[in-house]
């Protein structure tokens, strides 16, 4: 099963969101409902209600919306802003994301919070990357106790990664793409590779029919949206800005803490 593109905002929202709500760490325990959301195409105030029990990520939507003029934080502008990135985002003021951090944070964090807050000075957006990076080491939300090496793979798993098609195989797709690598001091890329990513459950899958040389975006092991290359430019931007944020400030103590370095 495949859809007619484009996808609404919400149900774009649901591919993005499916795979780490899968995996139980964020969003409704009904992970079933997004799957099933994000395959048959519907949107509907179900999915709307499940979306906002996303804790991380509606925070940061309603932010785009606000700040971009739309009432809708679910309207695709903002959710491929977020995802993926786009010249939206430099339409969020700094002064709109401290505050936002502000009330999120601050209690969460305790004196760490003045540190984290240098990210917004640096330069972060609410991309789904300043989540990963600048926050998500700070908050514990990513941590379980493993070594440093696993702790890499969903620092890397937890981010929106890119990646260019391969071979389509079923329900699998092999994918090129470059992983993050950690040397002990700074976050950076390591050498390309392939994976296999899943696109469906037994034919029945969240997104169009792919094929090699196709790009996509990917979440944990799953294959979110078809990207063009402008969209992949965007998404690799953002990437690496906020990692410099993390590597060059005194936000590098989060990731070497749950690094385990």
Same mark, same amino acid.
């Given at each position: 099963m495949t859809l007619a593109r484009p996808a609404t905002g919400p149900v774009l929202f649901a591919r993005y969101a499916f795979p780490p709500n899968s995996h139980g760490y964020c969003g409704p325990s009904d992970h079933g409902a997004f799957f099933e959301h994000g395959a048959t195409g519907e949107d509907d105030r179900g999915l709307r209600a499940l979306s906002q029990q996303f804790a991380g990520a509606w925070p940061y939507l309603e932010l785009i919306a606000a700040s971009i003029g739309l009432d809708d934080p679910l309207d695709r502008r903002v959710v491929d802003a977020y995802w993926v990135g786009s010249p939206e985002l430099d339409r969020v003021s700094a002064q709109a994301v401290g505050n936002s951090m502000e009330s999120r944070f601050r209690a969460m964090t305790g004196s760490k919070f003045f540190t984290l807050s240098e990210s917004i000075n640096a330069g972060g957006v609410p991309h789904h990357s300043f989540a990963v990076f600048c926050i998500y080491p700070w908050t514990g939300l990513l941590s379980d106790g493993r070594k440093a090496e696993h702790a890499l793979t969903v620092l890397d798993q937890c981010r929106i990664r890119w990646g260019k098609v391969l071979v389509v195989q079923g329900d699998q797709?092999?994918? =090129?793409?470059?992983?993050?690598?950690?040397?002990?001091?700074?976050?950076?890329?390591?050498?390309?590779?392939?994976?296999?990513?899943?696109?469906?459950?037994?034919?029945?899958?969240?997104?169009?029919?792919?094929?090699?040389?196709?790009?996509v975006s990917?979440?944990?092991?799953?294959?979110?949206?078809?990207?063009?290359?402008?969209?992949?430019?965007?998404?690799?931007?953002?990437?690496?800005?906020?990692?410099?944020?993390?590597? =060059?400030?005194?936000?590098?103590?989060?990731?070497?803490?749950?690094?385990?370095?």
């Open positions: 797709v092999v994918v =090129e793409s470059t992983p993050l690598s950690w040397d002990g001091h700074v976050l950076g890329f390591g050498e390309r590779t392939t994976e296999t990513v899943v696109r469906s459950v037994n034919g029945v899958s969240m997104m169009d029919d792919l094929a090699p040389g196709d790009w990917m979440h944990w092991e799953w294959v979110c949206d078809k990207l063009t290359e402008r969209q992949v430019r965007y998404l690799r931007d953002f990437t690496v800005k906020h990692m410099r944020i993390v590597n =060059e400030g005194n936000l590098h103590s989060g990731p070497a803490e749950f690094l385990g370095t």
